[in-house]
Structure formats: structure tokens, C-alpha cells
């Protein structure tokens, strides 16, 4: 009895299904390649495609591999995706450089990649953050022109518009968003907060466009662009509204706001101005004295004087006063029809 025991064990772990590839990450090596990693059981293919669709017709550019690494040829100069097929059951899994590779941009990134409801995932090449794009090149725009943005929602005041603007619609003919306001009653509002809970308010100070935001997201007219100057605090809350909305869990929306410390490009968020021909612009000021600090402007990690995540305590405040993220969200025209529209719109 206890062989019979033994030997069905056995045949019922060896009829198991292999796991499914896990853990891919795509990093840019130079200009002309990535290396892809990723865990799974059995060997992989590597395909590249112009499109964000997971079809595994194509020739791989990596056959077999079993390394869980590879390098493949990716031109930066071009958006292109890459689709991993595992040898066991076939399946696909279509991935991306997260940070496009801009010469003179500043975290611009693609949502696309992450775990949401129902099992699904926040689709590729769709819905893109950023920081502001004063300096971007020649070569920057025609790999930015080949995203198919439909849509720019500058989250920025009157002040940052004034002296950076973008011009990513000029190029591209999208359609261009912006809801005038002043930046001195936001920063006075977080200088206020003494370090703690520095985006308290913020929801409500930035209502109209957070609304814009989700109003052309649900429009589905080609991918969506939103940025402010660092692309992280104003783009880091609007990031968390839109992945909340689509399922996905707070652990995930917490890493990818924290991106923001390590793919800042200050240095390309504000063309080189004289201060003293902008004394009254704070946006102005702001940069100017963060340049005569030791090292110049940097990202600063995001987190509060007590060693908080400014977003965990942006999520605490929604929770308590909203009842979550779509408490909130049902304050700006946003309902739970809308929400169910952008998970059938943004997730596969």
C-alpha cells in the first residue's frame, strides 16, 4: 500500500504543470541592446515585435534558452516589445523596456507590465508618465512620435508651462490637456505639512486634472501621456489613482512611485534660465536653489521626515476620507461603469 502511495506521488508530481515564466525584467545595456532576465522552468524563445500584441509566430532572435538571461538587439531608437514563449506550454508573455530611452527626458515610462484584477495585466504601450519634456532631441521625438499618443495631460501650474514648455503635441498632433492654476498655493500647502503627509490636499487642489485624466482614458484615443516637472509626486498620485482603478495591489503601485528617485534626469526637466529674470516664479526658484546645493538638483528618495512613503501616507489619507481610491474617484465623475470601462480598455 505504502509503494502504491509512493508511486502515484510520484506520477501526480511529475503530471504537474511547469510554472508559468515569472519575473521578467528588460535593462538597457547601450543603445543597440537589453538584457532580458526571468525564472522559469523550462527553456525560452525570445521574440521581438513592433507591436504590444503577444503573437509567437515570429522567428526568435533566442531560441532556447535556459539561462533565465539573455541579450537581445533592441535598437533604442525605436519602440519595440519582446515576447518570451515558454517551451514547456507554450504560453507568451509580451514585456518592455520600462524607462523609454530618451536622451534628454526625465521618467518616462510605460505602465504597462504590471499583475491587476482578475489575473489580468495593465497593457503595454497605452498609458505613459513622465517628467517635464523641455529638452527633448531630434532623435527623442521620433521615438516618442511612434507611441501613438492621442492624448497629453500636463498636470503642471501656469508657473512651469510658463518657462518649460512641451511641445510633444507640436510634433505629434496630440491632443493637448492643461487646467490653469497657480503653483504657490500648492507649494505652500506640502511646505506646510513640516514633512509628513505632504500630499494631503493634493487630491483636492488637483480635482480638475486628475478628472481630465480619466475622462480621456476612458476616451480610448490612442495612449495617454500625463506629466509634471518631476514626474513624481503630482504624475506619482495620478499613477496610483489609474493603477488602483485597474486592480492593482498597493505593494506593486508603491515600487513603481519609488522609481521615480532612481530614473529622475533632473537636469532635463528645466531649459537653463536666469532666476533674476523670473523672481516671482517659484518653479523657477526652486530649480535655481536646488543647482547651488552640493551636486546639484537630485532626485530626492520620496519618502517623509520620519522615513514614510509619501504615497503610503497619500493612501492613508484617501482611506480615511474617501473610504479608498474609488471613494475618491466617485468625487470627481468617476463610477464604478467608468471603472469597470478602464480595466476592459487597459488590461489583458
Not at 178 to 184: A, H, I, P, R
Amino acid at each position: 500500500m505504502r509503494l502504491k502511495t509512493a508511486f502515484a506521488l510520484a506520477l501526480f508530481a511529475s503530471a504537474a504543470p511547469a510554472l508559468a515564466i515569472d519575473s521578467v525584467m528588460v535593462s538597457r545595456i547601450d543603445a543597440d541592446k537589453v538584457k532580458v532576465t526571468w525564472t522559469d522552468a523550462d527553456p525560452v524563445d525570445i521574440i521581438v515585435t513592433d507591436t504590444p500584441i503577444a503573437a509567437g509566430a515570429a522567428v526568435p532572435a533566442v531560441k532556447a534558452n535556459r539561462k533565465g538571461e539573455a541579450i537581445v538587439a533592441l535598437p533604442a531608437s525605436k519602440r519595440q516589445f519582446l515576447v518570451l514563449r515558454d517551451g514547456g506550454d507554450a504560453s507568451l508573455t509580451l514585456t518592455a523596456e520600462r524607462e523609454l530611452p530618451l536622451a534628454r527626458g526625465s521618467n518616462f515610462r510605460d505602465l504597462g507590465g504590471y499583475k491587476a484584477a482578475g489575473g489580468k495585466t495593465v497593457r503595454w504601450g497605452k498609458i505613459f508618465r513622465s517628467g517635464a519634456l523641455p529638452l527633448l532631441t531630434d532623435e527623442d521625438y521620433t521615438l516618442l512620435g511612434g507611441l501613438a499618443i492621442g492624448t497629453i495631460v500636463d498636470l503642471r501650474s501656469i508657473e512651469e508651462r510658463e518657462v518649460a514648455a512641451t511641445q510633444l503635441d507640436d510634433r505629434t498632433g496630440a491632443l493637448f490637456i492643461s487646467n490653469d492654476y497657480s503653483l504657490k498655493p500648492l507649494m505652500a500647502n506640502m511646505g506646510s505639512m513640516k514633512g509628513e503627509y505632504v500630499y494631503t490636499g493634493m487630491e483636492k487642489l488637483l480635482a480638475p486634472q486628475y478628472r481630465s485624466l480619466f475622462k480621456r482614458l476612458l476616451a480610448d484615443d490612442g495612449a495617454v501621456m500625463y506629466h509634471c516637472s518631476a514626474g513624481q509626486d503630482r504624475t506619482g498620485i495620478a499613477s496610483a489613482l489609474i493603477l488602483s482603478a485597474l486592480g492593482v495591489d498597493r505593494e506593486t503601485i508603491l515600487a513603481d512611485y519609488h522609481l521615480s528617485t532612481q530614473l529622475r534626469r533632473p537636469q532635463n526637466e528645466m531649459p537653463p534660465l536666469d532666476p533674476a529674470d523670473y523672481p516671482t516664479n517659484p518653479i523657477v526658484q526652486y530649480y535655481a536653489a536646488a543647482a547651488k546645493k552640493p551636486g546639484g538638483v537630485k532626485a530626492e528618495p520620496l519618502y517623509s521626515a520620519s522615513g514614510k512613503s509619501h504615497l503610503a501616507q497619500f493612501f492613508e489619507v484617501i482611506d480615511r476620507d474617501y473610504g479608498g481610491v474609488e471613494g475618491y474617484l466617485a468625487t470627481i465623475g468617476i463610477t464604478q461603469v467608468d471603472i469597470a470601462r478602464l480595466r476592459a480598455l487597459y488590461l489583458e
